[in-house]
T-cell receptor, first 113, second 113 residues
């Protein structure tokens, strides 16, 4: 039972254009969402997060949007740079004893020069 | 400030053996999480330790176990290794003060032959 889904295993974007990565979740008890970036042979690094009481959070080139009614979040990267090429994971936090992060399967983003 | 450190970087075992993986969290972080990333898959939650206690475990068999020591470092033990246990094992830590971001180590690549 995949509670957090990233349906696009890969995405290619031209440098300078917008990258949009999508994530869907099924558990309405999730109350905090995060995006992580992972390079090969490294651990994931935190990118940006959003609380369930908000619908948008921006940090420089990165913006996360949350649509609670659709149980959908997205990460926008504008403008995309070749250094952004990595695997992006969305994650959702449960509550109480299930407060660990549940991760999606990841999307490989390739930004073409 | 040192990040999350994991050892060993690589570990090769044969089927039926036992593996021990170690993790040192960031100084001041009291929660430690273990995740498994099998090839081509997302991060699957294994175990969560906080203040020396196991808080939750994922959907893995009992031969996956661990502990957290008084200095908050942690150990993951995998008994009776099976071929499908071959994966990247990631440890993450979190300061238990409401910040939700997990900080990951670079992982231990376990290969079971």
């Amino acid at each position: 039972d995949q509670q957090v889904k990233q349906n696009s295993p890969s995405l290619s974007v031209q440098e300078g254009r917008i990258s949009i990565l999508n994530c869907d979740y099924t558990n309405s008890m999730f109350d905090y969402f995060l995006w992580y970036k992972k390079y090969p042979a490294e651990g994931p690094t935190f990118l940006i997060s959003i609380s369930s009481i908000k619908d948008k959070n921006e940090d420089g080139r990165f913006t996360v949007f949350l649509n609670k009614s659709a149980k959908h979040l997205s990460l926008h990267i504008v403008p995309s740079q070749p250094g952004d090429s990595a695997v992006y994971f969305c994650a959702a936090r449960g509550t109480g004893s299930a407060r660990q992060l549940t991760f999606g399967s990841g999307t490989q983003l390739t930004v073409l020069p | 400030e040192a990040g999350v450190t994991q050892s060993p970087t690589h570990l090769i075992k044969t089927r039926g053996q036992q593996a021990t993986l170690r993790c040192s969290p960031i100084s001041g972080h009291t929660s430690v999480y273990w995740y498994q990333q099998a090839l081509g898959l997302g991060l699957q939650f294994l175990l969560w330790y906080d203040e020396g206690e196991e808080r939750n475990r994922g959907n893995f068999p009992p031969r996956f176990s661990g502990r957290q020591f008084p200095n908050y470092s942690s150990e993951l033990n995998v008994n009776a290794l099976e071929l499908e246990d071959s994966a990247l094992y990631l440890c993450a830590s979190r300061r238990d003060t409401g910040l939700e971001e997990l900080f990951f180590g670079s992982g231990t690549q376990l290969s079971v032959l």
